[in-house]
């Protein structure tokens, strides 16, 4: 009898691991043009054509715009978010993209980042990034931003 009970508390373990690990494992998910792995307390969706993914705690998010050019430089449109968002600490790297801070619409210390090439620019902007034990969904997720055209 202890033996049945033995096999059967072992095969209750392996199934509840199996459904932690396949739970666990974010899988990409589509949101418009917009491919991206959503981690476990975290849910996404689009506003407009930009992807914005939320923690569940409501004080981290991230969001990702990606826009064609038209005639502005990279430098133009930094410039302009950069006030739009009334930024501090505008900064370019060394490859020619672009950083600030600024305060988000729900009084959040945020981070924006833009790149771009090929006519095309991205924009990134995260609040909630402080939170050490969130920093691995933060790469997770920015990882595996991927966009379908």
Same mark, same amino acid.
């Given at each position: 009898?202890?033996?049945?009970?033995?096999?059967?508390?072992?095969?209750?373990?392996?199934?509840?691991?199996?459904?932690?690990?396949?739970?666990?494992?974010?899988?990409?998910? *589509? $949101?418009? !043009?917009?491919?991206?792995?959503?981690?476990?307390?975290?849910?996404? #969706?689009?506003? +407009?054509?930009? &992807? /914005? %993914?939320?923690?569940?705690?409501?004080?981290?998010?991230?969001?990702?715009?990606?826009?064609?050019?038209?005639?502005?430089?990279?430098?133009?449109?930094?410039?302009?978010?950069?006030?739009?968002?009334?930024?501090?600490?505008?900064?370019?790297?060394?490859?020619?993209?672009?950083?600030? *801070? $600024?305060? !988000?619409?729900?009084?959040?210390?945020?981070?924006?980042?833009?790149? #771009?090439?090929? +006519?095309?620019? &991205? /924009? %990134?902007?995260?609040?909630?990034?402080?939170?050490?034990?969130?920093?691995?969904?933060?790469?997770?997720?920015?990882?595996?931003?991927?966009?379908?055209?």
């Amino acid at each position: 009898m202890k033996i049945k009970k033995f096999f059967f508390a072992l095969t209750i373990i392996f199934i509840l691991a199996f459904i932690f690990v396949s739970t666990a494992n974010a899988k990409p998910e *589509s $949101f418009g !043009n917009f491919r991206a792995e959503v981690p476990h307390g975290w849910s996404g #969706g689009l506003q +407009g054509s930009t &992807l /914005v %993914i939320k923690h569940e705690n409501g004080n981290a998010s991230l969001a990702v715009a990606f826009n064609k050019m038209g005639e502005a430089s990279l430098t133009d449109i930094a410039e302009r978010l950069y006030i739009q968002m009334d930024g501090r600490d505008l900064e370019q790297d060394d490859d020619g993209d672009y950083s600030f *801070s $600024f305060v !988000n619409s729900a009084g959040a210390e945020s981070i924006a980042l833009l790149t #771009g090439g090929d +006519g095309y620019y &991205l /924009v %990134i902007s995260m609040s909630g990034f402080e939170d050490d034990a969130l920093q691995k969904d933060f790469e997770k997720i920015l990882d595996s931003i991927d966009w379908e055209d």
